[in-house]
């Protein structure tokens, strides 16, 4: 993924998916688009600071890291 741009699909991807609210956005897509914009950080998603769902959020940041200019 070197050469190409993420989507707001590969953040979704790895995301809870349960829409749950906590981060303030009214659903996990829209909270994958405040990531890739950088107008949200990954700790604003609870389920992501649970221990079960570490390997989640690492790629995520390896994803928001690879997408860095």
Request: glycine content about 2%.
């Given at each position: 993924m070197s050469d190409?741009?993420?989507?707001?699909?590969?953040?979704?991807?790895?995301?809870?998916?349960?829409?749950?609210?906590?981060?303030?956005?009214?659903?996990?897509?829209?909270?994958?688009?405040?990531?890739?914009?950088?107008?949200?950080?990954?700790?604003?998603?609870?389920?992501?600071?649970?221990?079960?769902?570490?390997?989640?959020?690492?790629?995520?940041q390896k994803l928001?890291?690879?997408?860095?200019?």
């Amino acid at each position: 993924m070197s050469d190409q741009k993420i989507s707001v699909f590969d953040i979704y991807e790895y995301l809870p998916q349960t829409s749950c609210k906590n981060c303030g956005e009214y659903n996990c897509m829209a909270f994958a688009e405040k990531l890739l914009q950088r107008k949200k950080n990954i700790g604003a998603c609870s389920a992501l600071r649970i221990a079960i769902n570490e390997d989640k959020r690492k790629e995520i940041q390896k994803l928001m890291e690879e997408n860095m200019d």
